[in-house]
């Protein structure tokens, strides 16, 4: 376990590549320090000025009086690796390496960043030994409960309860000018930049053993310690979703990432009905480990103030209060959007909001306490709703009108506030007027959002992890735990043979296994495949069918054509000797056409009844590891999109959730008078589909498609599999 | 034709309801008029006061010394009629109420108002007598560029090339706030209230009659006009879509109209198959009149300032240029979300970047100047860009990094901007310091929005709007009013029996047609229908059998039967005697066990080969009139949601789009080795079937559910009609 406890809170900090022109990283790092109020020993390191901004400088880090717990690298990429040699050999054991130049800057700076985890790597032979570097390529961290800054950012020192990961520098200097813009604090601010040694898991698993909540929580704010995350990737999925969950269970932790709409995009225009494009994956990986998703850059920051100041909602059921129709009427559009509900106020509620109001307000949910609405009445209708048990969150509409006291009125929802503890988001809606409620409300942490539809949203999402806190803090999570271990331990049991045809394959160079070889596999799994054979000649396929009856389906077996039916290798419906002879011969003379001796067989198979067609698939995802998708197969694949995904092992819970969750589902379950299917069978395939899959790692994708569930059973109608 | 220039530039106006109380409405309206520089006549009205703000006062309307061209009602809605007919007795015509208290405010209310309508009409017997009246219940308007500021809202005088429709006076307060804050300007801005009289349609045409284009231009502004309008209702959509498309075709138009996500809701709740909620219809007619929809207030808002200030890209070809890759890449995702696309540069493009940017910097789309670029960096490098005739528009990104001259870069960008005059959107990400640089970009007219994701919506709502313009000023419009007229001469033809069945029905109290009736009308507009009969007796259904031959469908032609597959009314497949004996027994029965009289037919029908279900019907929108509907039918319809509307009519280029939209149209064509069918077949029927709906005004709801297309023809297996 990684101690970075002396990375973020330092006694001693060496750095190198101090400089004393002012407008130099090395300066403005060192100035940051001294201002954030770093009161430990710093040693600046320069080779020719002897004393910069007062401090007394050193030419080498041999040199230095005592060994610093921290080290900082300000110097040209190319004089970063002697002089972390250097550090190394002094002893220090925690590095940030400023630097650009390294992986980001071509094939150069790739070897150069290879050197540097090299020569990290040979220094850490133990966790005592452990090297932790931050870096290299990154602005450095923040901790305001130190405190200490050590970027080369404009300087910030609110304190609060957020804490960030960012890969990105830049990310981190527009959330500092949003944080003082918006009077936001935050605890700490870690910049990942290349993540040559640390990254976001270490960083995670660091905030998950270091509890501050007590530490941080104000008057007004949430309670919570939340944390936002902006990654570009994500280094080991697993470990990732591991941490997370750990953390969400108490905490809420919400993720900006790029490459969510091109990689839809890329996934859509995919026709191959196979697994979906790696985002799709990530959401799956997301949802499990409760993780809150930014759709963009504005979703992070609203995410930052309501997760930072409110406390999370009991439910969904939410209130509008506004001086305006229209915008409530706006809202509660939204409201429906995003899930949530208007609560429908009982009598007793109805009738003290009619006591306190105008005639012409309206006391249905939206409240409208009309356009010319002082404080005093926005104030009676919050304290009825504030009280009403069946409110879960509060969301108070302001329009600047003639009469409307704007920050008389923030004043008073921000005593409410502190004196309820009921979520409260404001939306003072305009620019130059509600701008002076808004500096009130966030003196009392209140959020407010200049659009409506950002509050209902941010609610939305706040609700989002509400719902998985409690259903990971009552009795999922054991029983997942308890159902994967039960899976792990079955998943030898079965599937002997497998071992045995993939590693006959794996000596060829063969990735593709034909449909054969395939349908071998899932029968070793205990997954019906229709009665199959090889035929040499006719006179094999004849008597195949004396044995199974027609109606039988020929198919050339190779390797070669993973899209049968799309190119004639495949002829179904033959129910009769000269069908049967014509059919043979045509695959025969596709096979001579291919011109491959290799291709010596196709193979004659008991044609399923018909029923519902669907697919199941498989694929290794780098991140995440092995995903499973399932869905609607055949021709309504293509048409209805109906691709669900889930990280494998599911337990048994979770799939028959995924099923529940599909378009197709509905023809499962039969519907308008047609008949349903047991989807029972279909549970128990998806089953031993997953241990087939988690048993050899060797297969890097398969996929059953069609599977045909039909009043008899279910079949693996053809299968196919890709190794490693 | 309505004449408002004498309300919107009145030489002289009334103010009933004059308050010497500054907090009152009747004060501050009194003092905006005056503090907008009006200098026409003004004469206050007020029962006890002498003199208002130094002017003297009147205590009957009647006693005037002139006939004011405009009349003021700020007084209680109680005394507002006879106010109004002394207004209209000494002879002015146009008149705006304050006062609220109307329909919006219960029954009593509703009462008033439409007395108030009366007084209206009576007095307006032709062009010449019309009263024109704004309200009640709105906030009255503001004209810059008179310049008469006529609401009770805080002043706002910038003059600019916005214009604005409101139904809220509250929206109408945020934008005023909001306009001061981003130092946006507008010309007019209208309040409707509740539109008793003045309605959108009539301010449009306002608009459109009024160029004011020459009036409005500043450097640096868009070359538009264009209009934004928040709406709750719209009166006449036909009207509605008429004028919208004549201002469209010249400047763009864009709404914000509340009901969007709740109708929604409602319409994917529906599992009728039948027409989709409102909602979706204003789609479909927003789309055909080229008005841009809002998807909440933050849109408007954003939508407001990028057409005033920005001129439309050629086409949607993007570059980006930011000095931090993370915004840069999240950037890259919303450009494929909204549909617009990264240019790719050229050769000569991608030179002149290395040229003046650092080797780490990417020269490809999108351009990172690095973390470290001074306003000069960024100089360059947009130089570069705005030159390629294959970049239609740019996007800076700016993050507030240590080095980053943040006014400076805003100043150089307005310049470039001022000189090249191509379309630039900057995102400035964070909070208090970039708000400076954007006070310059605002100065410059150029938009910027603090999340980069906006910018790129707004970009894409420009497009969509640059790509109607284009489309209706080539000769999309001609064709398509050529084929309306073809049509509308053409239905004349056909379906004369059809008035008659629908005339004879109309003598009774049913509205709902049974099948047998339904098919007749089909026939009648040449509709092809399976035969059929209906028979009194198992011997009229053997003997159509002998005419038709098996297979056969059973059914109960009843028009309280609307379910009829859902209810046991429907035998299909009867293939033989015995099965047609036994049906006919069966539904016999349940004839029988409904116990009316009037039900005494079983109907026969040829059953029609198997081939692709399809629907097709049509519903009376209560505002845009007859809607047709078209999708896949039969279990489809119910899992790929595949509803597409057009508004009746369509000519036959529509109707091709229409259904080359569908979902099913993948069906239609064929695809992965199935065959396809003969489109042509199915406009025909559409065509055949808009003509029924427009000539037969009686019928409320129509469809063919299913259709049936297959090798043979196309078949409308079982239809419906309701009447109004």
Same mark, same amino acid.
């Given at each position: 376990m990684l101690n970075l406890d002396s990375?973020?809170?330092?006694?001693?900090?060496?750095? !190198?590549?101090?400089?004393?022109?002012?407008?130099?990283?090395?300066s403005i790092v060192l100035k940051n320090i001294i201002d954030s109020g770093f009161n430990g020993e710093i040693?600046?390191?320069?080779?020719?000025?002897?004393?910069?901004? +007062?401090?007394?400088?050193?030419?080498?880090?041999?040199?230095?009086?005592?060994?610093?717990?921290?080290?900082?690298?300000?110097?040209?990429?190319?004089?970063?690796?002697d002089v972390l040699e250097k550090i190394i050999q002094k002893g220090t054991k925690n590095v940030v390496i400023f630097s650009a130049g390294f992986? *980001?800057?071509?094939?150069?700076?790739?070897?150069?960043?290879?050197?540097?985890?090299?020569?990290?790597?040979?220094?850490?032979?133990?966790?005592?030994?452990?090297?932790?570097?931050?870096?290299?390529?990154?602005?450095?961290?923040?901790?305001?409960?130190?405190?200490?800054?050590?970027?080369?950012?404009?300087?910030?020192?609110?304190?609060?309860?957020?804490?960030?990961? /960012?890969?990105?520098?830049?990310?981190?200097?527009?959330?500092?000018?949003?944080?003082?813009?918006?009077?936001?604090?935050?605890?700490e601010f870690i910049t990942l930049g290349n993540k040559t040694d640390l990254n976001e898991n270490n960083i995670l698993q660091y905030f998950y053993e270091n509890d501050i909540s007590s530490l941080t929580q104000e008057e007004g704010?949430?309670?919570?310690?939340?944390?936002?995350?902006?990654?570009?990737?994500?280094?080991?999925?697993?470990?990732?979703?591991?941490?997370?969950?750990?953390?969400?269970?108490?905490?809420?932790?919400?993720?900006?990432?790029?490459?969510?709409?091109?990689?839809?995009?890329?996934? $859509?225009?995919?026709?191959?009905?196979?697994?979906?494009? *790696?985002?799709?994956?990530l959401d799956v990986a997301l949802k499990k480990a409760g993780i809150i998703r930014c759709d963009g850059i504005e979703d992070f920051f609203d995410l930052a103030k309501v997760f930072a100041w409110e406390k999370i909602p009991k439910g969904k059921n939410i209130a509008i209060i506004s001086n305006a129709g229209g915008p409530a009427v706006l809202s509660s559009d939204f409201v429906a959007e995003e899930g949530l509900q208007l609560v429908r106020f009982?009598?007793?509620?109805?009738?003290?909001?009619?006591?306190?109001?105008? =005639?012409?307000?309206?006391?249905?949910?939206p409240v409208d306490v009309l356009g010319d609405a002082l404080a005093e009445r926005y104030e009676s209708a919050i304290k009825t709703l504030i009280v009403d048990d069946d409110v879960h969150s509060l969301l108070i509409i302001l329009t600047p009108q003639v009469m409307t006291q704007i920050e008389k009125t923030a004043e008073m929802i921000g005593r409410l506030s502190f004196e309820y503890g009921k979520p409260i988001i404001c939306s003072f809606m305009g620019g130059s007027h509600i701008a002076k409620g808004e500096k009130v409300l966030n003196k009392?942490?209140?959020?407010?959002?200049?659009?409506?539809? =950002?509050?209902?949203?941010?609610?939305?999402? $706040?609700?989002?992890?509400?719902?998985? =806190?409690?259903?990971?803090?009552?009795?999922?999570?054991?029983?997942?735990?308890? /159902?994967?271990?039960?899976?792990?331990?079955?998943?030898?049991?079965?599937?002997?043979?497998?071992?045995?045809?993939?590693?006959?394959?794996?000596?060829?160079? =063969?990735?593709?296994?034909?449909?054969?070889?395939?349908?071998?596999?899932?029968?070793?799994?205990?997954?019906?495949?229709?009665?199959?054979?090889?035929?040499?000649?006719?006179?094999?396929?004849?008597?195949? !069918?004396?044995?199974?009856?027609f109606p039988v389906v020929l198919k050339i077996s190779s390797p070669q054509m993973l899209h049968k039916s799309d190119e004639g290798g495949v002829i179904a419906g033959i129910d009769n000797n000269e069908k049967l002879d014509e059919s043979f011969d045509r695959l025969k003379k596709i096979i001579d056409g291919m011109g491959d001796s290799s291709i010596n067989a196709?193979?004659?198979?008991?044609? !399923?009844?018909?029923?519902?067609?669907?697919?199941?698939?498989?694929?290794?995802?780098?991140?995440? +590891?092995?995903?499973? $998708?399932? +869905?609607? +197969?055949?021709?309504?694949?293509?048409?209805?999109?109906?691709?669900?995904?889930?990280?494998?092992?599911?337990?048994?819970?979770?799939v028959i959730t995924l099923i529940k969750n599909s378009k197709v589902n509905k023809l499962i379950e039969g519907y308008r008078g047609e008949k349903g299917f047991e989807s029972e069978k279909l549970v128990d395939l998806i089953l031993k589909f997953q241990k087939m899959i988690n048993s050899n790692p060797e297969i890097s994708e398969a996929d059953i498609n069609p599977v045909i569930l039909n009043d008899d059973g279910i079949w693996a109608v053809d299968g196919k599999m890709i190794l490693i």
């Amino acid at each position: 376990m990684l101690n970075l406890d002396s990375m973020f809170y330092p006694k001693s900090i060496a750095l !190198v590549g101090a400089s004393p022109d002012e407008k130099k990283l090395g300066s403005i790092v060192l100035k940051n320090i001294i201002d954030s109020g770093f009161n430990g020993e710093i040693f600046p390191l320069n080779l020719t000025a002897t004393s910069i901004l +007062g401090l007394d400088t050193y030419k080498d880090y041999e040199d230095l009086p005592s060994i610093p717990d921290l080290a900082l690298i300000a110097i040209p990429a190319e004089f970063v690796l002697d002089v972390l040699e250097k550090i190394i050999q002094k002893g220090t054991k925690n590095v940030v390496i400023f630097s650009a130049g390294f992986k *980001e800057a071509g094939s150069e700076g790739l070897a150069l960043e290879q050197k540097l985890s090299e020569i990290i790597k040979k220094n850490s032979t133990d966790d005592a030994t452990k090297i932790n570097v931050l870096g290299p390529n990154c602005l450095g961290f923040v901790n305001n409960l130190f405190p200490l800054n050590v970027t080369f950012s404009q300087p910030v020192n609110k304190k609060g309860n957020l804490r960030f990961i /960012s890969q990105s520098g830049a990310i981190a200097s527009s959330v500092f000018d949003w944080a003082e813009y918006n009077e936001v604090g935050f605890s700490e601010f870690i910049t990942l930049g290349n993540k040559t040694d640390l990254n976001e898991n270490n960083i995670l698993q660091y905030f998950y053993e270091n509890d501050i909540s007590s530490l941080t929580q104000e008057e007004g704010s949430s309670g919570l310690v939340p944390i936002g995350m902006y990654l570009e990737s994500i280094i080991d999925g697993k470990e990732f979703i591991n941490i997370s969950k750990k953390i969400s269970a108490k905490n809420p932790l919400f993720l900006l990432k790029p490459g969510k709409s091109s990689e839809s995009k890329k996934a $859509m225009q995919s026709h191959t009905g196979s697994i979906a494009g *790696e985002d799709y994956v990530l959401d799956v990986a997301l949802k499990k480990a409760g993780i809150i998703r930014c759709d963009g850059i504005e979703d992070f920051f609203d995410l930052a103030k309501v997760f930072a100041w409110e406390k999370i909602p009991k439910g969904k059921n939410i209130a509008i209060i506004s001086n305006a129709g229209g915008p409530a009427v706006l809202s509660s559009d939204f409201v429906a959007e995003e899930g949530l509900q208007l609560v429908r106020f009982d009598d007793e509620t109805r009738n003290e909001l009619e006591t306190h109001l105008p =005639r012409a307000a309206s006391i249905l949910n939206p409240v409208d306490v009309l356009g010319d609405a002082l404080a005093e009445r926005y104030e009676s209708a919050i304290k009825t709703l504030i009280v009403d048990d069946d409110v879960h969150s509060l969301l108070i509409i302001l329009t600047p009108q003639v009469m409307t006291q704007i920050e008389k009125t923030a004043e008073m929802i921000g005593r409410l506030s502190f004196e309820y503890g009921k979520p409260i988001i404001c939306s003072f809606m305009g620019g130059s007027h509600i701008a002076k409620g808004e500096k009130v409300l966030n003196k009392f942490k209140i959020p407010s959002f200049r659009y409506p539809e =950002r509050a209902v949203k941010a609610i939305a999402k $706040m609700c989002q992890w509400g719902e998985y =806190r409690n259903a990971i803090n009552t009795n999922s999570e054991t029983q997942t735990l308890e /159902s994967e271990s039960d899976f792990f331990e079955q998943k030898q049991n079965q599937g002997s043979d497998s071992a045995e045809i993939i590693s006959s394959i794996l000596t060829t160079d =063969r990735k593709n296994l034909d449909s054969f070889e395939a349908n071998q596999i899932l029968e070793a799994y205990g997954i019906n495949t229709p009665s199959t054979k090889k035929c040499e000649s006719i006179d094999n396929a004849k008597s195949f !069918v004396q044995e199974n009856n027609f109606p039988v389906v020929l198919k050339i077996s190779s390797p070669q054509m993973l899209h049968k039916s799309d190119e004639g290798g495949v002829i179904a419906g033959i129910d009769n000797n000269e069908k049967l002879d014509e059919s043979f011969d045509r695959l025969k003379k596709i096979i001579d056409g291919m011109g491959d001796s290799s291709i010596n067989a196709i193979q004659i198979q008991k044609q !399923v009844t018909k029923g519902l067609e669907l697919i199941i698939g498989s694929k290794k995802d780098l991140v995440f +590891g092995n995903v499973l $998708m399932f +869905g609607a +197969g055949g021709v309504l694949a293509n048409l209805i999109e109906d691709r669900n995904l889930g990280l494998i092992p599911l337990n048994k819970v979770e799939v028959i959730t995924l099923i529940k969750n599909s378009k197709v589902n509905k023809l499962i379950e039969g519907y308008r008078g047609e008949k349903g299917f047991e989807s029972e069978k279909l549970v128990d395939l998806i089953l031993k589909f997953q241990k087939m899959i988690n048993s050899n790692p060797e297969i890097s994708e398969a996929d059953i498609n069609p599977v045909i569930l039909n009043d008899d059973g279910i079949w693996a109608v053809d299968g196919k599999m890709i190794l490693i």
